[in-house]
């Protein structure tokens, strides 16, 4: 088993629609958590961080659940332009990275 | 944000050359950089932790004597590719966290990679 697993997509969505994505990790003792985006042939960038809280940036929201061991990012209202591939990053007490395979979104007019 | 820069940001060689490829941190100073190796269609994957005035730390399955690590200031690392082949031709990432920010909690810092094609 994978330490970090994503849905496997692609999801192809229109413009307007709200996609959600969600990665769960293995290691319990794992302690933050980013999602990522990467463009083609690009290297990845950071979208935001994930908080136990949860926590909102525009049209993004993203949520932890440590008890699932689960993350999830939710984006409103897709545009055009977030089509690219999403990793789920998460990171150990040691401050090894896991990258997640991602999960790519297509969004059309 | 910081940065971090990768060179070349593209390099085809011949079988059996050797490939080097630099990544510098243009803002901060990283005590530690990591080398990535991303497939197409595939995530990356950790190859080293570079740590400056120490030896490279591998991931298993990473051939130390084929990917040659060396982090010589704080500011900059290099990766050589030796003897290189076909199958080593990937795209090379390398990243740096900001250590004001902690190691933990830290975002990482990715340069543009590097593509590399051995023919």
């Known amino acids: 088993r994978k330490e970090v697993e994503q849905d496997p997509g692609p999801f192809n969505v229109p413009e307007g629609a709200t996609v959600a994505f969600n990665c769960t990790y293995s290691n319990s003792a794992s302690q933050s958590f980013f999602w990522y985006r990467q463009d083609c042939r690009k290297e990845p960038k950071l979208l935001m961080s994930?908080?136990?809280s949860g926590n909102e940036d525009g049209r993004f929201t993203a949520q932890l659940n440590r008890a699932s061991q689960y993350i999830s990012l939710l984006i409103r209202d897709s545009k055009l332009s977030d089509s690219a591939t999403y990793l789920c990053?998460?990171?150990?007490?040691?401050?090894?990275?896991?990258f997640g395979d991602g999960t790519t979104l297509t969004v059309k007019p | 944000g910081a940065v971090v820069s990768q060179h070349p940001s593209w390099v085809i060689c011949k079988s059996g050359t050797s490939v080097k490829i630099e990544c510098r941190s243009l803002d901060f100073q990283a005590t530690t950089m990591f080398w990535y190796r991303q497939f197409p269609k595939q995530s990356l994957m950790l190859m080293a932790t570079s740590n400056e005035g120490s030896k490279a730390t591998y991931e298993q399955g990473v051939e130390k004597d084929k990917f040659l690590i060396n982090h010589a200031s704080l500011t900059l690392s290099t990766l050589t590719v030796t003897s290189a082949h076909p199958e080593d031709s990937s795209f090379y990432i390398c990243s740096a966290r900001d250590p004001t920010s902690g190691a933990v909690r830290s975002e990482q810092y990715f340069g543009p990679g590097t593509r590399l094609t051995v023919t």
């Open positions: 994930v908080y136990s």
């Open positions: 990053v998460v990171n150990t007490n040691a401050g090894k990275s896991t």
